[in-house]
């Protein structure tokens, strides 16, 4: 078989067999694809698709490119969840806890933020002293004492994946929907939970800008994960504004810790309890009402708060700033970007946000740069709020006063103050199963 033949099948929009699939990924992670002809076939994929029956090839050959994890040394259902990425997204830290909550076993492997969007393993080691890089034995005595670990994804899974991510991040052909679902499913299928709920964030925030490709991402992933005998389901949520007020690592780790104790912001914690009751649906605890009042009964009691704090006591986490987020160390400077009229936020592009927020410091541009945990910005005005001119919008922190105005600059350029109150997005959009798509 030769490379130049798949390449050329697929740009002619041919349907590739699982072996010449399985040449070209397997091909590319031995090295015996030059990333010049795998590039070539991304392309010609973004451009033609791919079928249901072909995504589910690619993911199933992907996740088999690397360790496929065997959980069945915890006991119980084990349920994942996964963000398709967002800025000011903290919801894993928030919905892990509640659902280890309620007695449901949760072996979660994350990743870190790239580009204007945040990962939670850079959260959690904003917290001093967090280990998110566990053996596997630690990993598994952890779940099994305490129902709860959240650690930094193995280099060995779904190795053709960080490879073939790396090679799309650089030849624009990222934002393809069997891609993406392909990318995403071989890594939770190689994780090994038994079940998965998706978070598939939409908007300018996000990868999916429209109802109709968010859902299509999600039927596809549904798709493949219950053909591979995991339950699956998809919760569509908003990212045309940031979830919560707080974007940055320790200031994100803080308002995570209010929602836990019931004080955190209206959007991020109703978007986390629907979240958590769709993840205690999968893990079979009940129906969706009684499984959101399970949700909001794990905060109202303390106990999803206390599992938080002994899952990062047990990874070797301060856990004094958990319960006092006034110890986080904090950023030298801070700078209040006002506004300049008086009306309504009627545009704040979010990935103007990330980005702002990453020139501040608290994210990378490179996979190689190092994080400040303090920087960040506090949101007082979001989209649709009222606003009237020298009123702060928002407060950026950093440790170097010089990099205000590059963020600032970045932060105006997605900001928009109008006469009229915009439409405001609702936070969750529809819920996708193997079942069909419920419109909310
Ligand atoms: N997240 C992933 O893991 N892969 C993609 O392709 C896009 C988002």
Redesign the pocket.
């Known amino acids: 078989m030769r490379m130049y033949d798949v390449i050329a099948k697929k740009r002619d929009g041919g349907m590739l067999t699982r072996e010449e699939i399985a040449f070209a990924v397997n091909g590319y992670v031995d090295g015996s694809v030059p990333d010049y002809q795998m590039s070539a076939l991304l392309m010609a994929i973004y451009l033609r698709g791919m079928t249901d029956e072909e995504t589910a090839v690619l993911t199933d050959v992907m996740a088999h490119s690397g360790d496929m994890v065997d959980l069945s040394a915890i006991q119980g259902v084990k349920v994942d969840k996964?963000s398709?990425?967002g800025v000011g997204d903290k919801t894993t830290l928030v919905i892990a806890p509640i659902v280890a909550a309620c007695g449901v076993r949760i072996a979660k492997m994350s990743?870190r933020g790239l580009g204007h969007t945040g990962g939670t393993i850079d959260k959690m080691e904003a917290v001093p002293g967090t280990r998110t890089a566990l053996t596997q034995e630690e990993f598994f005595r952890q779940v099994n004492e305490i129902g709860i670990s959240v650690i930094g994804q193995s280099g060995k899974i779904a190795v053709a994946?960080k490879k073939m991510?790396a090679l799309?991040d650089v030849t624009a052909t990222?934002g393809?929907i069997p891609?993406?679902?392909?990318?995403?499913m071989s890594?939770k299928l190689a994780a090994g939970s038994d079940a998965i709920l998706l978070d598939v964030t939409m908007g300018n925030g996000a990868?999916m800008k429209n109802l109709e490709d968010a859902t299509e991402l999600a039927r596809q992933m549904v798709a493949i994960g219950t053909a591979n005998g995991r339950k699956v389901a998809a919760l569509i949520t908003d990212m045309d504004k940031p979830l919560g007020q707080n974007i940055g690592n320790s200031l994100e780790v803080a308002e995570s810790m209010a929602v836990l104790q019931g004080k955190g912001p209206t959007d991020l914690t109703e978007v986390c309890l629907q979240l958590a009751a769709n993840m205690l649906v999968l893990a079979g605890r009940g129906g969706l009402p009684a499984c959101r009042a399970m949700a909001e009964g794990v905060i109202r009691d303390g106990t999803a708060f206390v599992k938080c704090c002994q899952m990062f006591a047990a990874q070797g986490g301060d856990v004094s700033v958990l319960k006092d987020p006034s110890r986080f160390p904090k950023a030298k400077y801070s700078y209040e970007l006002t506004a300049r009229e008086t009306g309504y936020i009627v545009e704040n592009d979010v990935e103007k946000i990330g980005n702002a927020s990453v020139l501040l410091g608290a994210g990378r541009i490179k996979k190689e740069d190092s994080i400040d945990f303090a920087a960040g910005i506090t949101m007082h005005k979001k989209l649709g709020d009222a606003v009237k001119a020298g009123e702060s919008i928002c407060t950026f922190y950093a440790n170097d006063p010089a990099l205000f105005a590059a963020a600032e600059e970045m932060y105006r350029g997605g900001l928009v103050i109008g006469p009229e109150k915009p439409h405001v997005p609702p936070l969750i959009y529809a819920r996708v199963t193997a079942q069909g798509v419920e419109r909310f």
């Not at 891609?179 to 995403?184: C, G, T």
């Open positions: 996964h398709t990425g990743g994946d991510y799309r990222v393809c891609l993406i679902a392909s990318s995403i890594k990868f």
